[in-house]
């Protein structure tokens, strides 16, 4: 089932209202600050100069000197990288983001989901979220690497690594090793669909084709570029999630939750009857993510303000 966070209308739709807080995605409430952009970058086609600095940015906020190509949100990437190679057999290490597996099966893999590392070996294509969504777990760098040489290629998603650079592969980035990250979730622009695929030339190459001549608008381009150069805002913003998200453990252990994962864009909890929690927050306003597969998960985002915390905190100890 391929099921997502974001669909708050649907919220909107079973429980009425319009001031939701929309805490079902792992996307940053406090967004980096768009400035005024050049009346060029709505008015042109995106240049390849203005493509290069973007990859430029994206490579030095990222640590990487392997090539790059900037597609319309990692999703793209996922929808692509499938199409790529001849069908074949491909193992996912789950339960994580449903996309990975419903697009290789739409490209005419034979997909297995699978529940180790260690079991993707011997795959044609294998893929890891790192860390994973919904529950967090995180894989090092050189188990990853190691995983690499056992399969035939390895799709590396990093979609939420960027307050966690330290277990990223980026950097290692390869023919056999093909990495993802995106933009929107930790910059809090989700809107603005921009996402990055690292990997050879080659490969950077096909997707590149694949993608047409512009898959990434003239102010995303840019936003990217100056957001991704903005190594002050990351740093703080990386602090400032740390901080909250213990804010938001101790907040759900008062509320009988127990932490089973998450990233400092999310948290994952086992609940007694996540729907009956996922109502119960719907009737507050706020709205949450729940799991087909985990009737005891819950995942929530971080609030973005004062007084978004104050409406959860209120939520959460009112009789939950």
Same mark, same amino acid.
């Given at each position: 089932m391929r099921d997502?966070?974001?669909?708050?209308?649907?919220?909107?739709? +079973?429980y009425g209202g319009e001031d939701w807080i929309d805490l079902s995605t792992g996307i940053n409430r406090q967004p980096w600050p768009v400035p005024d952009l050049p009346a060029h970058v709505w008015t042109d086609l995106p240049t390849a100069t203005a493509k290069a600095a973007l990859l430029d940015a994206a490579a030095a906020a990222f640590g990487t000197p392997a090539p790059g190509v900037a597609l319309a949100g990692a999703q793209q990437a996922i929808q692509l990288i499938p199409r790529l190679w001849a069908p074949g057999r491909a193992r996912v290490l789950g339960p994580t983001y449903n996309e990975h597996a419903a697009a290789l099966r739409a490209a005419g893999w034979q997909v297995?989901?699978?529940?180790? =590392?260690?079991?993707?070996?011997?795959?044609?294509?294998?893929? &890891?979220?790192?860390p994973n969504?919904?529950?967090?777990?995180?894989?090092?760098?050189?188990?990853?690497?190691?995983?690499? =040489? +056992?399969?035939?290629?390895?799709? &590396?998603?990093?979609?939420?690594?960027?307050?966690?650079?330290?277990?990223?592969?980026?950097?290692?980035?390869?023919?056999?090793?093909? &990495?993802l990250r995106s933009f929107g979730k930790f910059y809090g622009l989700a809107g603005l669909r921009l996402g990055f695929v690292f990997a050879?030339?080659?490969? &950077? $190459?096909a997707l590149s084709e694949m993608a047409g001549p512009w898959p990434v608008s003239g102010p995303a381009l840019e936003i990217g570029r100056r957001a991704l150069l903005d190594r002050n805002w990351a740093m703080a913003t990386a602090l400032r999630l740390g901080a909250e998200t213990m804010r938001?453990?101790?907040? $759900?252990?008062? $509320?009988?939750?127990r932490l089973v994962g998450g990233t400092a864009l999310f948290r994952t909890y086992a609940t007694p009857d996540a729907a009956a929690a996922q109502d119960h927050?719907?009737?507050?306003?706020?709205?949450s993510r729940v799991f087909p597969y985990a009737a005891d998960w819950l995942r929530l985002g971080l609030p973005g303000n004062e007084s978004e915390w104050?409406?959860?905190?209120?939520?959460?100890?009112n009789e939950l």
């Open positions: 997502h966070g974001g669909n708050s209308d649907a919220a909107r739709a +079973q297995e989901e699978v529940s180790t =590392l260690g079991a993707l070996a011997g795959a044609d294509l294998a893929v &890891v979220v790192n969504n919904p529950d967090g777990q995180r894989h090092p760098a050189a188990a990853l690497r190691a995983l690499s =040489l +056992q399969v035939g290629r390895l799709v &590396v998603d990093e979609s939420f690594a960027d307050a966690s650079p330290a277990a990223s592969v980026t950097a290692k980035a390869s023919r056999r090793m093909l &990495v050879d030339a080659a490969t &950077v $190459a938001m453990d101790a907040l $759900a252990a008062r $509320a009988g939750w927050l719907a009737r507050a306003r706020i709205w104050m409406r959860l905190e209120k939520a959460l100890t």
